[in-house]
């Protein structure tokens, strides 16, 4: 919390100087505003004065355009007549076509419906065979249901009197059982004393043991406090040379600080230097990126083009393209002492419009006329090669070489550069280009470094250069260095940012360090404090392990007196229960020879139980089968009717095929006829198309001619609208500068700087005076290195949860007592519930066990009575003519049987409407599986019982029977015998 509290009071110093600097800077933007506002309207009244030169230069043009559009108007009407003369062509030829892809489509329909035909036929004659063996088939099914039904018949009564018999077998086994039960509940409570009185000794035997185990961890503690207390009189002598090592710790650290904090304030000069090489790279790139970016807008305006030129460029970014490739100023670079040279050669051809093809620039002439949006000239891609030029040769003096050798070609463009510098050649100066052209057989246009040319003809142009602003290459040619130059900055200004960083790091590593001295310092302080503390516990320590050895020798002398009292206490006990369980065998001896006279009984009944089952299931078994033989009539008898119809059906299939195929054939007659006439008419029309193109090469001809006439023209708008474009971008150039500052404004203080401007600055403001005081400033704040602002609200929000967390030690506190008491209450009421639900079980399961074994008895018993939270349960049963044991002693159908006794007694404590006993009888014999079914009989009143199993006598005792039977390999079928009806 204290160096949180520290951090704050830098960051609010670190605040004050901030607001300051920002008070200057907002003075000396508004100063330099008002000098910027006043250079922007003087731009704009020269941009106003140049537009007008360009709307007279414009009307020039366009009388020299209108000529040029006449004869192209002529052109147009020839261009359609041999459109017209093609399309007729074109659709004589998709007639033939079309006929002879339908002969083919015939001859395929007449092969097709022959074989339908055919097909129809054979499956009639397969459906004949089908209906014989249908029809036999069923005359099979309805002898095998004659003969169950007479089966069935003669079975009548035979089931009711084997169900009287064993009803007489049952009720003569019930009256041997119940004898047999009252002995063996005798025979339960000697067992229930025999099993109380184990109990109560294993109990003693454990308190017994429980002393001893006590008496021995006395002693083993009373040895370890002796070591304890040998350990803490050794620890105290070694906290002591602690202590002493830690004070000479305290005061190495305290030097190394010192050291940490002169490196620092040597790095944060560094750091400052640093800074202000990257503020000065900063300031050249925003100049740069300024310029870029008003050149840039101007290209991407269209500008610097004609009209037409800039509403085609303009439509086709907006429809995407749609054809137009760009201009030809935009393919072509070259070296700055070749650029006079190529602006020269080209001429007005720079702002040529590239196109995909004749028919784009048609399009566009259409679009310009419709929207009186000026001219333009359009060049297809594939422009076609003039007239082979003848070079002067080499070494001829003032010579340079090809144009096209000498400049960059946008990379796809090399054919169409070829075709516009194919024949210029370029030369030293104009005296040099006379001279060559004097000599025979040259045939070339010759371009001077200055922009002078002399064309084949001799015809000489040249003169004074109409300035660095003028030419579209130079232009490009700035935009590309500009790019490269802002790049360049942008590294230097990373380079010098990432030095910037560097340093900070480095400081923030040298202050971290310090601020880790400082803790170091602290924290040895607090070591040696902490060192002095332990002694003095360790003292207090010592002199309670003294008292401690002292107690434990009274405890141990109690622990031997009680050992002996559990001793005596177990004695008496195992003397009680060898008593009881004498008692116990006498008792049950008697109750297994009244068992021996049961056992017959009990398979007497089951050997008719099994008769009157197995008369059942043979019963429902045939009675299924009847059901199925008649389903199996009603299905053939279908299957013969579906034959039927499936034969008129492909009778009426096979004739209406025959009809068709014959129909087919007159068609494609009529169409082989059609073939011939149309060939004729193919030949006609090919011959009218070779006219019209003739006509079409002589109009081209003309408009060739007026082209040139309106070149002079479009020179003069040239260079009105490159001055008219220097001055505008002159303006943008001065109102990007104003929107940048009054951005930098906005972003500085969040306010307009036209209102600003209104207030002024402060009277006797000295923009010098300011720069210097920004400077000041900056270095101040620099001085402060790392400031944490957010410290002051970080300060009050740990003090506000440190209070919090205060306040939610003490609820949590509250809930924990809250908790314990929770906890104590529901083991008090589980306690009770168990008690009471245990007692309400035992007794049923009391009551149970006799009925199942038909004698014998069987006990719940707990095995730690104290604790009901923890104890488990024992069971310990006794079968008839068997001594009481523990249940994993039994047989596996003992075992089973108390298993069941144990779940129907815990069923009758909480019952469910229905039960669900997967072959809980598999491990039971006859005898056990009749008393099973009897409970089962006695309990089904109130509950409903599903019972799985393969047992005869269990299925026996079934209201309703359902069985599972695989008739034909892979087909299961489901039987149903309600037993009971």
Not at 529 to 541: F, I, N, S
């Amino acid at each position: 919390m204290n160096a949180l509290k520290r951090q704050a009071s830098r960051a609010e110093a670190f605040r004050k100087l901030r607001a300051q600097r920002r008070e200057a800077e907002r003075a000396l933007l508004v100063f330099e505003w008002s000098g910027l506002t006043e250079r922007l309207a003087a731009c704009r009244d020269r941009v106003k004065g140049l537009e007008a030169q360009l709307v007279e230069a414009h009307a020039a043009v366009g009388r020299a355009d209108a000529d040029v559009e006449a004869a192209r108007l002529a052109l147009l009407e020839r261009e359609k007549g041999l459109e017209g003369v093609q399309k007729g062509v074109y659709e004589v030829r998709n007639r033939i076509a079309q006929a002879e892809e339908r002969s083919s489509f015939l001859r395929r329909e007449i092969d097709a419906l022959a074989e339908r035909a055919t097909a129809a036929e054979t499956e009639a004659a397969d459906l004949v065979r089908r209906r014989e063996e249908l029809a036999a088939e069923a005359e099979a099914v309805r002898r095998e249901l004659s003969e169950l039904e007479q089966s069935l018949e003669g079975r009548e009564g035979v089931l009711e009197t084997l169900e009287g018999e064993h009803e007489a077998a049952l009720e003569a086994q019930r009256e041997a059982e119940r004898a047999v039960e009252a002995r063996r509940r005798e025979v339960l409570q000697a067992l229930s004393e025999v099993t109380r009185l184990g109990h109560a000794l294993d109990h003693a035997a454990r308190q017994e043991s429980d002393a001893q185990r006590r008496l021995a961890e006395a002693n083993r503690t009373e040895a370890e406090a002796r070591e304890r207390l040998a350990e803490v009189e050794a620890e105290i002598e070694l906290r002591q040379g602690e202590l002493r090592r830690a004070e000479a710790a305290r005061d190495e650290t305290a030097a190394e600080r010192a050291r940490l904090e002169e490196a620092l304030r040597a790095t944060r000069s560094r750091r400052e230097q640093a800074n202000r090489r990257a503020e000065d790279l900063r300031r050249k790139l925003h100049a740069d990126e300024s310029r870029l970016q008003s050149l840039e807008q101007l290209k991407n305006r269209f500008e610097w083009y004609a009209e037409g030129v800039k509403e085609v460029l303009a439509q086709a970014r907006a429809t995407g393209r749609n054809g137009v490739r760009g201009v030809v100023a935009d393919i072509l670079a070259a070296p700055p002492e070749y650029e006079a040279a190529l602006e020269a050669a080209l001429g007005e051809r720079l702002q040529y419009v590239i196109v995909e093809d004749p028919d784009r620039g048609l399009e566009a002439v259409t679009h310009l006329k419709e929207r009186r949006a000026g001219r333009s000239s359009f060049a297809p891609v594939e422009l076609r090669p003039g007239l082979e030029p003848v070079f002067p040769p080499a070494g001829a003096p003032g010579a340079r070489g090809r144009l096209l050798d000498l400049v960059e070609v946008a990379e796809g463009y090399e054919a169409f550069a070829r075709g516009l510098l194919g024949d210029v050649f370029v030369v030293e100066s104009l005296e040099h280009a006379v001279g060559l052209w004097r000599q025979n057989g040259m045939r070339a246009t010759l371009v001077t470094l200055d922009g002078d040319t002399v064309s084949p003809e001799g015809v000489i142009s040249g003169g004074a250069k109409a300035g660095e602003q003028a030419g579209l290459l130079r232009k490009n040619r700035e935009i590309r260095e500009l790019r490269r130059t802002v790049e360049a900055l942008r590294r230097d200004l990373e380079a010098a940012e990432q030095e910037v960083e560097t340093l900070d790091a480095e400081a923030a590593r040298l202050e971290a360090e310090g601020e880790a001295a400082r803790e170091e310092a602290h924290r040895q302080e607090l070591q040696v404090v902490h060192l002095a503390r332990d002694l003095e516990r360790l003292a207090e320590r010592r002199e309670r392990l003294v008292e401690r050895c002292e107690g434990i020798a009274f405890e141990r002398e109690e622990l031997l007196e009680a050992q002996e009292r559990f001793r005596e206490e177990r004695l008496r006990l195992e003397a009680e229960r060898l008593e009881a369980a004498e008692h116990h065998r006498r008792a049950e001896e008697q109750a297994e020879a009244l068992e021996a006279e049961v056992e017959a009984l009990r398979e007497r009944a089951r050997v008719l139980g099994a008769r009157v089952t197995q008369q059942r299931v043979r019963d429902a078994a045939d009675r299924q089968r009847h059901r199925g033989l008649q389903e199996r009539i009603r299905t053939l008898v279908t299957s013969l009717e579906n034959v039927d119809r499936r034969r008129e059906k492909l009778a009426a299939e096979a004739e209406r095929a025959r009809a068709e195929r014959a129909q087919r054939s007159e068609e494609l007659r009529q169409v082989l006829a059609f073939l011939d006439v149309a060939r004729r008419e193919l030949e006609t029309a090919e011959g009218s198309a070779r006219e019209a193109a003739e006509a079409l090469d002589t109009a081209r001809a003309r408009v060739g001619e007026l082209e040139k006439a309106g070149a002079a023209a479009r020179a003069r708008l040239g260079e009105v609208q490159e001055a008219h474009n220097a001055a505008a971008l002159e303006l943008r150039e001065r109102e990007v500068e104003a929107r940048t500052l009054a951005e930098r404004f906005r972003e500085k203080t969040g306010e307009s700087i036209d209102e600003a401007a209104r207030e002024g600055v402060p009277e006797g403001f000295d923009p010098e005076a300011t720069r210097a005081l920004l400077e000041d400033l900056d270095r101040k704040l620099a001085g402060f290195g790392e400031v944490n602002l957010l410290a002051i609200e970080q300060y009050e929000e740990r003090k506000e949860r440190f209070e919090f967390l205060e306040r939610q030690r003490e609820d949590l506190e509250g809930s924990l007592r809250s908790l314990q008491e929770a906890i104590r209450k529901i083991d008090r009421e589980s306690r009770k519930r168990f008690g009471e639900t245990f007692e309400k079980v035992r007794e049923a399961f009391r009551a149970l066990y006799p009925k199942l074994f038909r004698g014998g008895e069987a006990e719940l018993v707990l095995t730690e009575p104290e604790d009901l939270l923890t104890t488990g349960i024992d069971i310990v049963a006794r079968p008839p003519g068997k001594r009481p044991q523990n249940i994993s002693l039994l047989s596996g159908g003992e075992k089973a049987l108390t298993a069941v006794a144990l779940i129907f007694a815990i069923f009758q404590v909480k019952p469910s409407p229905f039960c669900i006993l997967d072959e809980v009888d598999a491990p039971l014999d006859e005898a056990n599986i009749g008393r099973f079914t009897e409970l089962l009989a006695e309990l089904k009143t109130r509950s409903q019982f599903v019972v799985i199993t393969h047992n005869r006598s269990t299925m026996e005792a079934a209201d309703h029977l359902y069985g599972v039977t695989m008739s034909e390999p892979g087909v299961s079928r489901v039987l149903s015998v309600k037993l009971h009806d």
